[in-house]
C-alpha cells in the first residue's frame, strides 16, 4: 500500500525522521557523466529544429503517471491539475522555445499497475518528459532505461539512484540511515514534553518508523529530557479501534504522541483520545495530514496537533516568491490548493527550469545533463535546496549523497485552520539543523531558502546570527 504511501513514507520522515531578453552564450562544463553545455543566455523564444520524442515545432507534448485510483481515496490525481496550470502560466506568457507545454498523456495506474502503465507511456504516448506521483513506483527501471527525464512527487525509495530523475524532494533515507534525526525530540522540547508515545502500523516501513523514532529519542532524549515510554508497532492498516493503545497512553502519562500512520489512522486515534479525556494533555505530531480539507472537515478531534509540510507551507507569511506565484495564480483561476496541486505545480516548474539550463537544443540528453549540473535548487524557495551533482543517490551510502539541510517546516491545526509556528516570524519559514551531523545534538536554526538560498548550513548559522 504505498510503499506505504504518503502515510509511511512522510511518516518514515519522522523516523529519521522567464523572461526575454538579450541573447546569451553558452558554458561548457565537464562533470562526471562526461561534457554537458549549459544555456546561461536569457532569450527562451528562439525556435530551432529539435530531434526528440514529443518534440514538434509548436509544442513540447509530456506525459503523467497518478495513482489517482488508490486504497486511501487521496487526491493524487490532481497532481495533473498543477502541471497544467503552471503550463498554462507559461504559455500564457509565450511558452519556451517558440512551442507551448502540453500535458497529453494522463494514466492513471490504478496503484498496483505501475509498471504496465508505464511501458504503455513509453511505447505508445511519444512524450518528451514523464511526471509521476504514484503510490507505488514498480515502472521505475523502465523509465530510467529509456532515458526519459523525470520530475515528480517522491514518497519512494525508487527514485534514487537514475541521473534522470528528478523529484520535488532528493532520494530520502528510507532505511540504513537516519533522515530528520533532531526533528521529533526538537518538537517534544519546544511542547516541554517529557514522556513520548509511538503508534504504527505492523508493515515494514512503519515498523523502521516506529524503531527510528524510538532510537532518536534513546539517543538525544537526555538533550531534550524526554523519553519512549510506549511504543506499538503492530497495528492492522485500516484499524479504526484504539481504545486499548490509547488507554495505554494514558496509564503512562503520555503527552507527545508521533504516529506512523495515515491521515485516516491519525484521525481514528484523535477521536479516542479525545473519549477518553487526554487529548488536550497531549502534542500530537502528524507527518501525514498537510491536507486542509481533511482538517476543516475534521477539525474538533483534530484540534491542536503540530502537522509537518515536506515543501514551504503557502500559511507562512509573505510567502517564498515561488509560493506567490502560485497562490496568485490559483486565486485568479480558481485552482484547488492543496498539497497535490503544488506537488504538480513544483515538478512543472523544475521542468521548465531545466529546459531553459539546456537552451534552444533541448534534446533529452542535453536537459539531464545540463540539469544535473544544478547545485541548490529551491523552485524559488518551496524547497530545501537540492544538488543534483550529488543527491541522486540514496542518503544510505555515504554522508556526501546526503543534504547540508536537515529542515522542516511546520503548521499547527487552529479551530479547523493551518497557522504556521516556529517559522521565524514568517520570514524563515524552515526550522533546520547540520545535515552532515546526524549524531550530533544542536540548536537548530531559521532558514529561508527563496533568493539565492546559503549553500552551507555554516552560511546559514551565519545568517541567522547577523
Same mark, same amino acid.
Given at each position: 500500500?504505498?510503499?506505504?504511501?504518503?502515510?509511511?513514507?512522510?511518516?518514515?520522515?519522522?523516523?529519521?525522521?522567464?523572461?526575454?531578453?538579450?541573447?546569451?552564450?553558452?558554458? $561548457?562544463?565537464?562533470?562526471?557523466?562526461?561534457?554537458?553545455?549549459?544555456?546561461?543566455?536569457?532569450?527562451?523564444?528562439?525556435?530551432?529544429?529539435?530531434?526528440?520524442? @514529443?518534440?514538434? $515545432?509548436?509544442?513540447?507534448? *509530456?506525459?503523467?503517471?497518478?495513482?489517482?485510483? =488508490?486504497?486511501?481515496?487521496?487526491?493524487?490525481?490532481?497532481?495533473?491539475?498543477?502541471?497544467?496550470?503552471?503550463?498554462?502560466?507559461?504559455?500564457?506568457?509565450?511558452?519556451?522555445?517558440?512551442?507551448?507545454?502540453?500535458?497529453?498523456?494522463?494514466?492513471?495506474?490504478?496503484?498496483?499497475?505501475?509498471?504496465?502503465?508505464?511501458?504503455?507511456?513509453? $511505447?505508445?504516448?511519444?512524450?518528451?518528459?514523464?511526471?509521476?506521483?504514484?503510490?507505488?513506483?514498480? @515502472?521505475?527501471?523502465?523509465?530510467?532505461?529509456?532515458?526519459?527525464?523525470?520530475?515528480?512527487?517522491?514518497?519512494?525509495?525508487?527514485?534514487?539512484?537514475?541521473?534522470?530523475?528528478?523529484?520535488?524532494?532528493?532520494?530520502?533515507?528510507?532505511? &540504513? %540511515?537516519?533522515?530528520?534525526?533532531?526533528?521529533?525530540?526538537?518538537?517534544?522540547?519546544?511542547?516541554?514534553?517529557?514522556?513520548?508515545?509511538?503508534?504504527?502500523?505492523?508493515?515494514?516501513?512503519?515498523?523502521?518508523?516506529?524503531?527510528?523514532?524510538?532510537?532518536?529519542?534513546?539517543?538525544?532524549?537526555?538533550?531534550?529530557?524526554?523519553?519512549?515510554?510506549?511504543?506499538?508497532?503492530?497495528?492492522?492498516?485500516?484499524?479504526?479501534?484504539?481504545?486499548?493503545?490509547?488507554?495505554?497512553?494514558?496509564?503512562?502519562?503520555?503527552?507527545?504522541?508521533?504516529? %506512523?500512520?495515515?491521515?485516516?489512522?491519525?484521525? $481514528?486515534?484523535?477521536?479516542?483520545?479525545?473519549?477518553?479525556?487526554?487529548?488536550?494533555? *497531549?502534542?500530537?505530531?502528524?507527518?501525514? /495530514?498537510?491536507?486542509?480539507?481533511?482538517?476543516?472537515?475534521?477539525?474538533?478531534?483534530?484540534?491542536? &496537533?503540530?502537522?509537518?509540510?515536506?515543501?514551504?507551507?503557502?500559511?507562512?507569511?509573505?510567502?517564498?516568491?515561488?509560493?506567490?506565484?502560485?497562490?496568485?495564480?490559483?486565486?485568479?483561476?480558481?485552482?484547488?490548493?492543496?498539497?497535490?496541486?503544488?506537488?504538480?505545480?513544483?515538478?512543472?516548474?523544475?521542468?521548465?527550469?531545466? /529546459?531553459?539550463?539546456?537552451?534552444?537544443?533541448?534534446?533529452?540528453? =542535453?536537459?539531464?545533463?545540463?540539469? =544535473?549540473?544544478?547545485?541548490?535548487?529551491?523552485?524559488?524557495?518551496?524547497?530545501?535546496?537540492?544538488?543534483?551533482?550529488?543527491?541522486?543517490?540514496?542518503?544510505?551510502?555515504?554522508?556526501?549523497?546526503?543534504?547540508?539541510?536537515?529542515?522542516? =517546516?511546520?503548521?499547527?491545526?487552529?479551530?479547523?485552520?493551518? *497557522?504556521?509556528?516556529?517559522?521565524?516570524?514568517?520570514?524563515?519559514?524552515?526550522? %533546520?539543523?547540520?545535515?552532515?551531523?546526524?549524531?550530533?545534538?544542536?540548536?537548530?536554526?531559521?532558514?529561508?531558502?527563496?533568493?539565492?538560498?546559503?549553500?552551507?548550513?555554516?552560511?546559514?548559522?551565519?545568517?541567522?546570527?547577523?
Amino acid at each position: 500500500m504505498r510503499a506505504f504511501g504518503v502515510a509511511v513514507v512522510l511518516a518514515t520522515l519522522v523516523a529519521a525522521c522567464g523572461n526575454a531578453g538579450s541573447k546569451g552564450n553558452s558554458s $561548457s562544463n565537464t562533470t562526471a557523466g562526461g561534457t554537458a553545455t549549459t544555456f546561461t543566455g536569457t532569450d527562451f523564444t528562439k525556435n530551432v529544429p529539435v530531434t526528440s520524442p @514529443g518534440v514538434t $515545432s509548436t509544442a513540447i507534448r *509530456v506525459g503523467s503517471i497518478t495513482s489517482k485510483t =488508490n486504497p486511501l481515496g487521496t487526491d493524487v490525481g490532481i497532481f495533473n491539475d498543477g502541471i497544467s496550470a503552471y503550463f498554462a502560466s507559461v504559455n500564457a506568457n509565450g511558452g519556451i522555445y517558440g512551442r507551448k507545454l502540453a500535458l497529453t498523456s494522463k494514466r492513471d495506474d490504478q496503484t498496483a499497475n505501475n509498471a504496465t502503465e508505464v511501458e504503455a507511456m513509453l $511505447s505508445q504516448d511519444n512524450v518528451y518528459a514523464a511526471f509521476v506521483a504514484t503510490e507505488l513506483f514498480t @515502472g521505475a527501471k523502465a523509465l530510467a532505461k529509456a532515458g526519459i527525464p523525470t520530475f515528480g512527487w517522491n514518497i519512494n525509495a525508487e527514485w534514487a539512484g537514475p541521473q534522470n530523475f528528478f523529484p520535488n524532494v532528493a532520494p530520502q533515507c528510507f532505511s &540504513g %540511515c537516519p533522515l530528520l534525526p533532531h526533528v521529533t525530540p526538537w518538537l517534544a522540547q519546544q511542547s516541554k514534553a517529557h514522556r513520548v508515545a509511538v503508534l504504527g502500523y505492523n508493515v515494514p516501513q512503519a515498523a523502521s518508523c516506529v524503531n527510528g523514532n524510538v532510537d532518536n529519542f534513546k539517543k538525544f532524549g537526555t538533550d531534550v529530557d524526554a523519553q519512549v515510554v510506549y511504543s506499538d508497532a503492530s497495528l492492522s492498516f485500516g484499524q479504526t479501534d484504539f481504545s486499548a493503545q490509547v488507554s495505554k497512553m494514558k496509564n503512562a502519562k503520555v503527552d507527545f504522541l508521533v504516529t %506512523c500512520m495515515d491521515f485516516n489512522g491519525d484521525y $481514528s486515534v484523535a477521536k479516542e483520545m479525545a473519549l477518553q479525556g487526554i487529548r488536550d494533555n *497531549v502534542t500530537f505530531y502528524h507527518a501525514n /495530514l498537510y491536507n486542509p480539507e481533511f482538517v476543516k472537515a475534521n477539525a474538533a478531534a483534530l484540534e491542536g &496537533g503540530i502537522v509537518l509540510a515536506e515543501i514551504a507551507a503557502t500559511e507562512h507569511q509573505p510567502p517564498p516568491p515561488g509560493v506567490k506565484e502560485y497562490l496568485d495564480y490559483a486565486a485568479a483561476h480558481g485552482l484547488k490548493v492543496t498539497e497535490m496541486t503544488m506537488q504538480g505545480w513544483i515538478a512543472a516548474r523544475e521542468f521548465v527550469d531545466a /529546459l531553459k539550463a539546456a537552451g534552444p537544443n533541448f534534446t533529452r540528453a =542535453n536537459l539531464i545533463a545540463a540539469w =544535473n549540473q544544478q547545485k541548490a535548487y529551491t523552485a524559488g524557495g518551496w524547497l530545501i535546496p537540492v544538488d543534483w551533482t550529488r543527491q541522486h543517490n540514496d542518503p544510505a551510502t555515504g554522508v556526501q549523497y546526503r543534504s547540508q539541510f536537515e529542515c522542516a =517546516n511546520f503548521v499547527k491545526i487552529t479551530n479547523g485552520a493551518f *497557522v504556521p509556528v516556529y517559522d521565524g516570524g514568517g520570514a524563515k519559514p524552515w526550522v %533546520c539543523f547540520d545535515g552532515h551531523k546526524p549524531d550530533v545534538w544542536q540548536a537548530p536554526v531559521n532558514v529561508s531558502f527563496a533568493g539565492t538560498p546559503p549553500s552551507t548550513y555554516a552560511e546559514a548559522q551565519k545568517a541567522a546570527q547577523g
